[in-house]
């Protein structure tokens, strides 16, 4: 389904043009099955040159709908259809900021019928809509006049569409302005990465991670923050060009990373907030914490030291739980303490671990 449409304007300073009368034919690609024609108070003065050349002034205009009051209709008008017109960068340019100053994000896709007849009819020594529309032998009435020009643009993309016997350059000529290629390629990034728990890292164009996020699935977290519309999550969505992911098995792992990494990259858009500090004393002087590791038959260990949380990492060996000095160089130790033992105590207190094992002074 395809929309003809051609605007008249003020003129005037470029993207401060106001639109004086609009005409918009929907095409089903064999005849108009709607339309809407209307003038456009623009509440702004008209170029001098423009009355002349179209003959709309503002006297015409006093008691035309202004541009908010009809805005609805162009949109139902619109909506699903792929926008043609002669000089279609400029229609959709000024119409889509009419609708910016509504505050209204107006995206359609685009076919301009000067682009398709220099393809499709060529050697024309004039590609301008009067000049062409002469040529073809195609009637216009009313010339810079919104309606007059539509109405033989629909006749000019009836033209096109016979000659494009194989609709290649019609497909391949459309503009997309429905931000496709932008979705496809968040799309790539969240196929990139697994239903699988842990810490995911979004990469900008200089491969710098400008973000950290984590969850039990990191697919459905990444695909989250991609459908939100918030400033800082369009900042995320613009900037990211590559992601890459942890796993970590569990909840108490994926909170442990999550804030010493955070401390450690310190991304631009994550917030950072001052954590409440839980500096009780573990219960017990040395003891080994065991969750579910990233894989069958793995286990994910914290080792707690003098009453303090030594390091963290993954052990494929059981027995190691009696040979410190091994397990030791396969754990990754932590620097800030504090913030270790509030995660790891308020874990503690607050979700039920798979196993405990308290170490006796001899195995120290």
């Known amino acids: 389904m395809y929309v003809i449409l051609d605007i008249e304007t003020t003129g005037g300073k470029f993207n401060e043009e106001g639109i004086t009368e609009i005409a918009i034919y929907k095409f089903d690609g064999h005849s108009v099955v709607d339309q809407f024609i209307s003038l456009v108070n623009p509440e702004k003065e008209i170029q001098k040159f423009v009355v002349k050349l179209t003959g709309i002034n503002n006297k015409m205009l006093q008691n035309a709908p202004k541009f908010y009051e009809v805005a609805k209709r162009i949109i139902e008008i619109t909506k699903d259809c792929t926008l043609v017109a002669h000089n279609a960068a400029f229609d959709y340019r000024i119409l889509s900021t009419e609708f910016d100053r509504l505050g209204y994000d107006f995206n359609r896709n685009t076919l301009c019928t000067v682009e398709l007849s220099q393809k499709l009819i060529l050697d024309q020594p004039s590609y301008s809509l009067g000049k062409l529309t002469k040529a073809l032998g195609i009637p216009m009435t009313d010339r810079h006049r919104a309606s007059g020009d539509a109405l033989a643009t629909v006749q000019l993309f009836k033209l096109l569409l016979e000659k494009d016997t194989d609709k290649s350059i019609i497909q391949n000529s459309v503009k997309y302005h429905d931000k496709r290629v932008e979705k496809e390629r968040l799309q790539k990034l969240i196929d990139s990465v697994p239903k699988e728990q842990g810490l995911f890292y979004i990469h900008d164009s200089k491969g710098k991670v400008i973000f950290l996020g984590r969850g ?6 990444v695909n989250k923050l991609f459908l939100k519309q918030t400033r800082r999550a369009l900042k995320i969505q613009d900037r990211a060009t590559a992601i890459s ?16 990494e955070l401390d450690i990259i310190s991304p631009k858009f994550n917030f950072r907030k001052k954590r409440k500090q839980n500096l009780h004393e573990f219960n017990n002087e040395d003891f080994l ?12 260990v914290i080792l707690i030291e003098n009453k303090e949380v030594f390091g963290y990492g993954y052990t494929n060996l059981a027995y190691q739980e009696n040979r410190l000095d091994i397990l030791k160089s396969v754990l990754t130790p932590i620097d800030d303490k504090d913030l270790a033992k509030t995660i790891v105590k308020n874990y503690l207190n607050t979700s039920s671990v798979k196993k405990i094992v308290r170490l ?3 195995k120290n």
């Open 216 to 221: 039990k699935n990191v697919k459905a977290e």
């Open 360 to 362: 006796s002074n001899e």
């Open 245 to 260: 992911f942890e796993k970590t098995g569990n909840d108490l792992f994926t909170r442990l990373k999550y804030y010493i």
């Open 289 to 300: 914490i065991y969750e579910k590791g990233r894989e069958v038959e793995e286990h994910a």
